[in-house]
C-alpha cells in the first residue's frame, strides 16, 4: 500500500509541473506571436511608405522624360501636329506634376502619424518636395519659351499661369519663413550687459535703492547687446567686480588680465542665460 501511495504522489508532482511548463510555453508563445505582429505591422507599414517613394520618383522620371519631347526651335514655325504633341506632353507634365504633389502631400501625413519615425525616410520626402519645387520652376522657364513663340497650351488641371503664380508665391514665402527664422534666431540668442561704478548705475535708474532692473524706466541703451552663442568673454576694466544680476554658479568664472583687471568668462552660455538675458556688473 505505502508503494502505491508513493507512485500516485509521484505521478500528481509530475503532472502539476508537464502543466506549469506547458502555460510557460504558451505565455512565451503568445507574447512572441505578440512581438512578431508588431514587426510585421513596421514592415508593411516601411514597405507602403517606400513603395509610395518609389513611385513618385517614377513619376519625375516620366516628367523629365515628357520635357526631354518638347523642342522648341527658334525661328521655325511649328506646325499644327507639332503644337498639338507640345500640349500634350505639357498636358502631362501638368497632370504628373499634380499627382506627384498628392502622393508627397499624403507621404508626409503619413509619416506625421507613422510609428516607423525615421529622420532618414523625413529626409528624404523633404527632398523629394524640394525637387518639385525645382520641377515647377523648370516648366515656368519652358513655358515662357513656348509663349515667346505663340505657341498655346491648353489650360486643363493645373494652369500653367497658376503655376507660375504658385511659384512666385511660394518662393516670396520661403523668403519671408527664412527671414522670420533668421529673426527669431537672433532674438533667441540676444542678452545684453552693462557695468558701471553704482553712480552711474544708480544714474542710468539700472540700480535704485539697492535693488537691479526692478523699474521698466531704465535707461536700455546704456546696455550693449551680445549674442550668446559666441560673446562668451566681456573685459570689465576694474580690478574690482560684482554680478548684480543672478546667475547659476558654475557656469561663468572672474578672472584677471596681465593688468589684474577683472575679465567675465562665460563657461556655460545656456545656463548662464537661462535665468536673465540681462547682466549687470559693479565695478569701481
Same mark, same amino acid.
Given at each position: ?39 510585421? $505591422? ?14 513618385? %520618383? ?13 523642342? !522648341?526651335? +527658334? ?5 499644327? =501636329? ?12 501638368? +497632370? ?8 508627397? /502631400? ?7 502619424? =507613422? ?10 520626402? $523633404?527632398?523629394?518636395?524640394? %525637387?518639385?519645387?525645382a520641377q515647377k520652376i523648370k516648366v515656368q522657364e519652358l513655358e515662357a519659351r513656348l509663349a515667346e513663340k505663340d505657341i498655346l497650351i491648353a489650360? %486643363? ?13 511660394? =518662393? ?5 519663413? =527664412?527671414?522670420? !527664422?533668421?529673426?527669431? +534666431? ?24 539697492? $535693488? ?19 560673446? /562668451? ?23 584677471? +588680465?596681465?593688468?589684474? %583687471? ?12 537661462? !535665468? ?9
Open positions: 500500500m505505502k508503494k502505491v501511495f508513493l507512485f500516485a504522489m509521484c505521478a500528481a508532482v509530475l503532472t502539476a509541473c508537464n502543466n506549469g511548463a506547458e502555460k510557460k510555453e504558451q505565455a512565451f508563445a503568445e507574447e512572441r506571436d505578440s512581438l512578431m505582429q508588431v514587426i510585421n $505591422d513596421k514592415d508593411a507599414e516601411l514597405d507602403e511608405i517606400m513603395g509610395t517613394i518609389g513611385e513618385i %520618383q517614377e513619376g519625375f522620371r516620366r516628367i523629365n522624360e515628357a520635357e526631354g519631347r518638347i523642342t !522648341v526651335n +527658334d525661328g521655325d514655325v511649328e506646325s499644327e =501636329s507639332s503644337k498639338e504633341t507640345i500640349r500634350e506632353n505639357m498636358q502631362y507634365i501638368q +497632370d504628373a506634376m499634380a499627382q506627384n504633389r498628392e502622393k508627397i /502631400k499624403q507621404l508626409q501625413e503619413k509619416l506625421r502619424a =507613422s510609428t516607423v519615425g525615421s529622420e532618414k525616410l523625413k529626409k528624404m520626402v $523633404d527632398d523629394l518636395s524640394a %525637387q518639385l519645387d489650360q %486643363q488641371g493645373e494652369a500653367i499661369t497658376t503655376l507660375n503664380e504658385n511659384v512666385n508665391a511660394l =518662393s516670396e514665402e520661403n523668403k519671408a519663413k =527664412s527671414q522670420t !527664422v533668421a529673426e527669431q +534666431d537672433k532674438q533667441i540668442h540676444t542678452a545684453w550687459y552693462v557695468f558701471g561704478t553704482k553712480s552711474e548705475l544708480k544714474e542710468q535708474k539700472i540700480l535704485q535703492k539697492g $535693488d537691479v532692473l526692478q523699474s521698466g524706466d531704465f535707461n536700455k541703451d546704456y546696455f550693449t547687446k551680445v549674442d550668446i552663442r559666441y560673446d /562668451k568673454e566681456i573685459k570689465l576694466y576694474s580690478k574690482s567686480a560684482k554680478l548684480l544680476t543672478n546667475h547659476p554658479a558654475g557656469s561663468y568664472r572672474l578672472e584677471k +588680465d596681465n593688468k589684474g %583687471q577683472y575679465v567675465l568668462q562665460i563657461t556655460n552660455p545656456d545656463a548662464f542665460w537661462s !535665468v536673465s538675458k540681462y547682466l549687470v556688473v559693479q565695478v569701481r
